[in-house]
């Protein structure tokens, strides 16, 4: 999504079936890594995996706004 809305308005349709394409294709093998580590290592592990996943995916949302932020404080001065 922030790559289809920051691309021109031309692209955007294209960017967004590539997307939805990458993302169905790349969905179908976490289902199989997820039952392998929660065989091999438990629900615990599981879990504490997702958590750590999903904290480094919104520090790097994060650092994309701020990196966003300062680019529109740079242009605009």
């Not at 976490?30 to 438990?42: E, K, P």
């Amino acid at each position: 999504m922030y790559l289809a809305n920051n691309s021109p308005a031309s692209h955007r349709g294209r960017i967004q079936g590539v997307l939805i394409t990458l993302r169905s294709l790349l969905l179908m093998p976490s289902f199989v890594l997820i039952g392998y580590v929660i065989d091999t290592f438990g629900y615990s592990v599981t879990w504490s995996l997702v958590i750590a996943m999903a904290m480094c995916a919104s520090i790097g949302m994060f650092l994309l706004s701020m990196r966003k932020k300062t680019r529109l404080a740079a242009t605009s001065s």
